[in-house]
């Protein structure tokens, strides 16, 4: 009897350890998006640089000793404001100089002036003779030129003495500063640059196998090297040349961003709009990558049920919340955009709401 009992207790555990009979997968409950087809604009991205339509690079017209700078980088200045101050004493000491001459002249003209007057009325007195009289008006003349001369030569060493202060030629910003106090300036020494914080252009180069494309009015969106948009524009000017260096045609277009925004000779992106055409558009939750290939979900319908396909796809660009599709789906299929990270391919689904 202990062997009865024993062994109706070894088949008592046999049957308790036994797996229970594998059922049926059960079904996810999913949302799901139709894909629908947009608009969605074919565009190439290139880098772009900001410059300004006033741009002046400040030199000076003479050479000397700098002996006062009088803005720093950044400074806000109007036209003719006073930047630097070159030595002027070499170019003062040449004004007085010359003023001292004009004096001299002067003083001479002067006399001549009274000495002829006095000739012509011996000379009408028949006091004098005419070779006389002739030689005093040749006198006055000469003495006439000599005093014009000086006081021109004065006139003109007084306006070269404008030279030795670098104004701005504009309303504008100063750049960098490159020289100190003190430093010797040539007529090719860079001082600084002053740029008008107006009328600004996005410098783009395209390559050239575009060239067929590139006309003036294509759509360009202007962004920070973060990808945000800082203002959308249009191309007003195309190249009839190819830039050797770059194999690329320069176009351009105008940035009316604050100033603040963005700056003569930043470096942006520009995304040049070539054309617009339908494309099937769909969440961007929908998306999954797996070893560098993107995947939907799809539902399909199995049957009286829905199973969920993963089907590869091809991205295009995003249009706000939504990736545009280049191929892998059509108008009207309906992708699963919840609880994709859950998700096997052949997997049974429910639609939320069904």
């Known amino acids: 009897m202990f062997g009865v009992i024993a062994a109706a207790a070894m088949s008592g555990c046999h049957q308790a350890s036994a797996p229970p009979k594998a059922g049926g997968m059960q079904a996810m409950p999913v949302k799901t998006a139709e894909v629908v087809l947009a608009p969605v604009a074919q565009r190439s991205e290139y880098m772009a640089t900001i410059m300004s339509r006033r741009s002046a690079t400040m030199q000076p017209q003479v050479s000397g000793r700098l002996t006062q700078i009088l803005v720093r980088s950044g400074d806000h200045v109007k036209a003719g404001q006073p930047l630097m101050h070159v030595d002027a ?8 100089a010359q003023r001292a001459t004009e004096r001299q002249k002067k ?62 030629p504009f309303d504008g910003v100063v750049g960098d500063v490159p020289v100190h106090v003190g430093d010797y300036a040539s007529t090719t020494t860079v001082l600084t640059t002053v740029d008008e914080r107006k009328d600004l252009e996005a410098y783009i180069y395209i390559p050239t196998e575009r060239a067929g494309d590139v006309r003036v009015g294509l759509a360009v969106e202007l962004l920070d ?91 295009g660009d995003t249009v706000e919340n939504n990736y545009s599709i280049s191929s892998g789906l059509q108008s009207g299929d309906k992708v699963i955009v919840s609880s994709t990270q859950f998700l096997v391919n052949g997997m049974p689904v429910v639609p939320l709401g069904a």
């Open 225 to 315: 090297t973060g990808g945000k948009l800082i203002e959308k524009s249009a191309i007003d000017f195309v190249s009839p040349q190819v830039d050797s260096s770059l194999q690329g045609i320069l176009v351009k277009a105008p940035v009316h961003s604050s100033v603040d925004t963005v700056r003569n000779a930043q470096m942006i992106k520009a995304r040049v709009v070539w054309s617009t055409k339908p494309m099937a558009v769909i969440p961007v939750l929908a998306v999954t990558r797996l070893g560098g290939q993107s995947f939907v979900f799809v539902m399909r319908q199995l049957n009286d049920k829905f199973i969920a396909v993963q089907t590869p796809v091809v991205l």
């Open 89 to 96: 004493q070499p170019q003062l000491a040449m004004v007085e």
């Open 107 to 168: 003083a001479l003209f002067d006399y001549n002036t009274v000495e002829v007057e006095r000739q012509r009325k011996l000379f009408e007195a028949g006091v004098i003779s005419r070779d006389a009289w002739e030689q005093a008006q040749q006198s006055y003349a000469n003495t006439k030129a000599d005093y014009e001369s000086a006081s021109s030569s004065r006139k003109t060493q007084e306006e070269q003495l404008a030279y030795y202060t670098v104004r701005a």
